[in-house]
């Protein structure tokens, strides 16, 4: 995924081509020692299948969705053409004011020609609807599955390793905190993130119009960051659920056998 957009523009050099070969180098490395260690690690939800996989999912379709865009401008296809004007057709039906591609929009420099400018907006357009489709096609699959699974053992310690249940406080209530707190952040990120950019962007260009590799991460990391942070909210929500329904599945059982020895 790393070398993707890169193996499919041309405008790549030969020294950037090595800096992103390492970058992937390291990457799979990284997955690698991640996945394959026993005690917790960085990654979340590492041994809970399938968050993990619906996120890297959504994000190698943003990106490969925001490369054929790219591409599409020196290389013309059907494919390419298919996915700008998906794009296009996305932007346009949620370009309004202070929408997220208006905002996405305007953080390019007034330097920009109308080509870029549409190829930024038709980028914006396709990843905005490959990062909703995600979200929804998650929700439905954690209630297909009914993730997380009551048969098959939940390790709250492997799985999310940043979170420490002593740390004070009961367990479902903070964790049905956070997840409130990170679905709000997944909604607002789309509309803050562009005037943050804009606003730090004042002070001297941040986007190399050249550079299409540096808009194709820009755009996958404005439309994938609020999805990921969206979907983690959701699914913090659900192992909430999940130690609720163990509890009081506790109490009946302390109930009955109470009940029992009388």
Known sequence: MVLMPAALL?????????????????????????????????????????FNRARF???????????????????????????????????????????????????LPETATPLQIELVRSAAGISYLI???????????????????????????????????TAGGDVVQRLRRDGRVNIILGVLLPFVVPAVLQLVGSFGSLINLENQQTLIWTVTTWAFLP?????????????????EMQ??????????GSLGTR
Not at 95 to 107: A, E, H, K, Q, W
Not at 247 to 255: I, S, T, W
């Open 10 to 50: 041309d405008a790549v050099t030969r020294d950037g081509l090595q800096i992103l070969a390492l970058v992937a180098v390291f990457a799979a490395i990284f997955t690698l020692a991640e996945y394959l260690a026993v005690s917790p690690s960085l990654v979340e939800f590492r041994a809970a299948p399938p």
């Open 57 to 107: 999912s959504g994000l190698f379709a943003i990106v490969l969705s925001v490369t054929m865009i790219f591409r599409g401008a020196n290389d013309p296809s059907a494919m390419t053409l298919f996915v700008q004007q998906t794009g296009t057709q996305m932007a346009g039906a949620i370009d309004f004011p202070y929408s997220p591609v208006r905002l996405m929009g305007l953080i």
């Open 131 to 165: 990062a909703m489709i995600s979200i929804i096609g998650f929700i439905v699959l954690l209630r297909m599955q009914r993730w997380p699974r009551p048969d098959v053992p939940f390790n709250v310690w492997v799985n999310l390793p940043q979170f420490d249940p």
């Open 227 to 243: 999805a990921s942070i969206l979907m983690r909210g959701v699914a913090l929500a659900r192992v909430a659920d999940m130690i």
């Open 247 to 256: 509890r009081e599945k506790g109490r009946m059982r302390a109930a009955v």
